[in-house]
């Protein structure tokens, strides 16, 4: 086995975040390893230092439910991330076989629900945070400078993630970047931890590795979180300042597939930016644009 693998990965670098203090430990002098040392996380879990040792080394891939939750608790993680963990620990036990998966498609109920939300800026991402569909207004506020028709050809379709990190538009959008930059990672972290075997999210999180230093950073740090619903301060090119709450819904249909809604509080300055945005949409007559209709795509043989 090469390296630690990802669990050994989470592992070392939560406990380099804690510090003795935390949890309550004296300190005397100068400590050679960041955060705790191996024995003390042992010691706080309650399970010897040469088995933790062996399980963050990745030579041991037998922890049971109640060793995983004393470590977590150890290491302080939320629910989230203690979800994370097991799920790292399972994928450790078993070979995963990677597949290139074929291209996400959306269902027609989701389609018939976007076309009812033309007042709304909405787009729905796929498990690697492709933009599988956009409104007219959800593209206007969050991609306005791509082609709408993007996300029609699955080869072409838009990527939140990479459009975040390298994307200089999408990165001037976001008054407060580094906390929409942690959030995009914390999910990824999550989506990884659930997929391991996904090639084409590897090839992603491959990419940004590669060209984004800022995300390289992030992804070290190793923290697990969901976007469900956040309100962010953007600055648009058109409209200029507002605040909006991205909100992402499950789909029962589809429970890879989120649906991102952006909504403004009632009375706001923000709800009337939104409303100057689709006014200029109607006055340059565009007309919203469709969810994508299906787009023949030949057939790729399953992935070996």
């Known amino acids: 086995m090469d390296g630690p693998g990802p669990l050994g990965d989470f ?4 406990r380099a975040q804690l510090r003795p203090e935390d949890i309550g430990l004296p300190t005397f002098g100068p400590r050679r390893v960041a955060g705790l040392r191996r024995e003390e996380l042992a010691q706080l879990a309650g399970v010897s230092p040469s088995y933790y040792t062996r399980l963050e080394q990745g030579l041991s ?8 939750d004393a470590i977590g608790r150890a290491l302080q993680l939320g629910d989230h991330e203690r979800d994370h963990l097991t799920r790292l620990a ?3 036990r078993r070979t995963t076989r990677i597949r290139r998966p074929r291209p996400e498609k959306v269902a027609e109920e989701t389609r018939d629900l976007m076309r009812t939300m033309d007042g709304v800026p909405a787009l729905l991402l796929g498990r690697r945070t492709d933009v599988l569909a956009w409104n007219s207004l959800g593209h206007a506020l969050l991609a306005g400078h791509l082609d709408p028709l993007a996300p029609h ?7 939140m993630s990479r459009m975040l990190f390298l994307d200089p538009h999408c990165r001037e959008l976001y008054q407060d970047w580094n906390r929409k930059a942690r959030a995009v990672v914390g999910n990824l972290r999550t989506m990884a931890g659930r997929h391991p075997e996904d090639l084409l999210l590897a090839e992603l999180i491959g990419e940004l590795t590669m060209k984004s230093p800022d995300f390289v950073a992030l992804w070290r740090d190793h923290r697990v979180s969901p976007c469900d619903a956040t309100s962010y301060d953007l600055h648009h090119p058109t409209i200029g300042p507002l605040t ?3 909100q992402s819904l ?5 429970p890879e597939q989120v649906l991102v809604v952006c909504t403004a509080r009632a009375g706001s300055s923000s709800e009337a930016g939104l409303a100057l945005l689709r006014q200029a949409l109607d006055a340059n007559g565009t007309v919203p644009v469709p969810v994508p209709v299906a787009v023949p795509v030949a057939p790729e043989p399953d992935a070996e």
Do not use: I, K, Y
Not at 11 to 14: D, E, G, N, T
Not at 61 to 68: D, F, I, P, Q, T
Not at 153 to 159: I, K
């Open 250 to 254: 499950a789909l029962m249909r589809s």
């Open 90 to 92: 399972d994928s450790s």
């Open 153 to 159: 050809n699955p080869v072409r379709r838009p990527n």
């Open 11 to 14: 592992l070392q670098a939560r």
């Open 244 to 246: 909006v709450t991205q």
């Open 61 to 68: 891939r037998g922890a049971s439910r109640e060793v995983l």
